[in-house]
């Protein structure tokens, strides 16, 4: 039995990260989710150019996950400085805030 997979070339939820970009530090993704003053030269991300992916030296702006953005979710009783919240996590419970770890 044979099983093929179709993908779609052009939607950017399948990037993926390039060496070029990988090698300065940065991640591929929709240029249009690169914070400003965080997109890297151009053509770091040569095989999705043409889809607008470009490297970027920042996460996602849609990216609201507390974990991604380097913060843990705690109970809302704990201080945590008003620096550090993350206010627009979306993966605490209801009781939680998200608080970014610093060292």
């Known amino acids: 039995m044979c099983v093929?997979?179709?993908?779609?070339?052009?939607?950017?939820?399948?990037?993926f990260n390039e060496i070029p970009c990988l090698s300065i530090g940065g991640i591929c993704i929709p240029a249009v989710e690169c914070p400003n003053g965080h997109r890297s030269i151009g053509g770091l991300c040569p095989l999705q150019q043409r889809m607008d992916i470009e490297c970027c030296h920042s996460l996602p702006l849609s990216e609201n996950r507390c974990h991604r953005r380097g913060g843990l979710c705690m109970d809302?009783?704990?201080?945590?400085?008003?620096?550090?919240?993350?206010?627009?996590?979306?993966?605490?419970?209801?009781?939680e805030k998200c608080c970014i770890l610093v060292d």
């Open 4 to 15: 093929g997979l179709s993908t779609n070339k052009d939607d950017k939820s399948d990037t």
């Open 76 to 95: 809302k009783d704990v201080t945590c400085p008003e620096k550090l919240l993350f206010k627009e996590a979306r993966d605490c419970e209801f009781n």
